[in-house]
């Protein structure tokens, strides 16, 4: 297949896009470059050494022969680029990575919730309406495959496995009959990131309905891991290993924190309870959703792209006896529940053949001899996450309204 991928040189990004063309694929990058411009703004960069592009694609090209072509776009902004591109390289399939990926960053500031509804909507919507307007131009159809979150459901009590997307309900109609319908599962967004993918689930609904677009929309786990059978073949392909408060993901900043002598930062009692995936199964899912797309005309196809569900505070104790790294609880940054469960339904990727990597697996004594090579490279003050979901506490802020403040 001929294939676009957007946010080509992200964490996701990279190793599917090197997946992808590995497996046959011609290959396409489309990316502004904007996570190596948030390493300059936060000041912290991956804990692996990160290539430039041109030396990256120019790796994989003197690795496998194959070539990967990459065009630097802003997808949010340069509409008119994004459609000409299209209509010239009539796309199989597109992977949609191109948003701001990070829960904490789009709660750093205001500026911060402002740049993460406008770069993530504004970049989904003009990929809708371009894709739209190129299948009216040449006939091209490409099939849709974003990369979601498992954060649209929220982490509050659910009483019941979390389906993939759609939830059976029965209405009562006005005659007294009850009728059987299916909804998009109700959203319960933990932040400003977390909202616009959200609102990413309704563009779909409202395209795919209106314009017969194919779709599917993935709602992914937190990843774990840095390296793909692809990223390990070269030096020059490794992949980021973000360790920061605002980026990096909870079990990687475990594994890193023991790889430096820090403790383990849990935030708050650590018994939220999350869903988890290893990088080398998000590829994998990538492409067995390209492989198997809805029909034209079918209603937006969702999987949940998850493997396993663990409690963090169980996690930092499995890092702990694995690396004799000490616990520490700090306070928790965001709001949300101190304990959850989760139970999540990921049947149909399992019944595609994904055979998961699971915790079990060996891999984290990998990940942890990755973040020990390249120890040197942290930058200890960037540990601790200061973006707070609430800078005054509630109780605070009523007082300072009644006072006039």
Not at 1 to 12: P, R
Not at 81 to 98: C, E, Q, S, W, Y
Not at 157 to 172: F, M, S, T, V
């Amino acid at each position: 297949m001929n294939i676009l991928v957007l946010g080509g040189d992200g964490f996701c990004g990279w190793p599917t896009a090197l997946h992808l063309s590995a497996h046959g694929h011609e290959v396409t990058i489309l990316d502004n470059l904007s996570r190596r411009a948030i390493d300059i703004e936060l000041e912290a960069s991956s804990l692996t050494p990160i290539r430039p592009m041109g030396t990256r694609l120019a790796a994989w090209r003197e690795t496998t022969g194959k070539p990967i072509a990459f065009h630097n776009l802003d997808l949010a902004r340069d509409y008119d680029r994004v459609l000409d591109l299209l209509k010239a390289l009539r796309p199989d399939g597109i992977v949609h990575f191109a948003e701001q990926r990070a829960a904490p960053y789009s709660m750093k500031s205001s500026r911060h919730k402002r740049y993460t509804v406008d770069n993530n909507i504004n970049a989904t919507n003009n990929l809708l309406a371009a894709m739209v307007e190129a299948r009216d131009a040449t006939g091209c159809d490409p099939h849709l495959v974003h990369l979601g979150t498992m954060g649209v459901y929220g982490y509050g009590a659910h009483g019941a496995p979390i389906p993939e997307g759609y939830l059976p309900i029965r209405a009562q109609r006005a005659d007294g009959e009850w009728a059987e319908l299916e909804i998009l599962h109700p959203a319960s967004p933990g932040s400003v990131y977390h909202m616009t993918k959200v609102l990413d689930q309704h563009l779909f609904l409202y395209y795919g309905r209106n314009d017969r677009l194919r779709i599917s929309d993935l709602h992914q786990g937190i990843v774990w891991g840095t390296q793909t059978a692809e990223t390990k073949r070269d030096d020059r392909l490794i992949n980021r290993f973000d360790y920061d408060g605002d980026y990096g993901t909870v079990l990687n900043r475990f594994l890193m924190q023991a790889a430096v002598g820090h403790p383990l930062t849990v935030h708050g009692t650590g018994g939220q309870t999350r869903a988890f995936i290893h990088i080398q199964d998000t590829v994998r899912c990538i492409d067995l959703a390209l492989a198997n797309p809805p029909a034209e005309g079918e209603r937006v196809m969702i999987r949940n792209q998850m493997t396993e569900t663990h409690r963090v505070r169980d996690l930092a104790r499995m890092i702990a006896r694995l690396t004799g790294a000490r616990v520490d609880f700090v306070d928790n940054p965001r709001v949300e529940a101190a304990e959850n469960e989760l139970e999540v339904e990921n049947r149909r990727f399992l019944d595609l053949g994904l055979d998961p990597v699971t915790l079990e697996d060996g891999l984290l004594t990998e990940v942890f001899e990755i973040a020990r090579r390249y120890a040197d490279r942290c930058d200890l003050s960037r540990i601790p996450c200061r973006s707070l979901w609430r800078t005054t506490p509630p109780a605070e802020t009523l007082k300072m309204v009644a006072a006039g403040e």
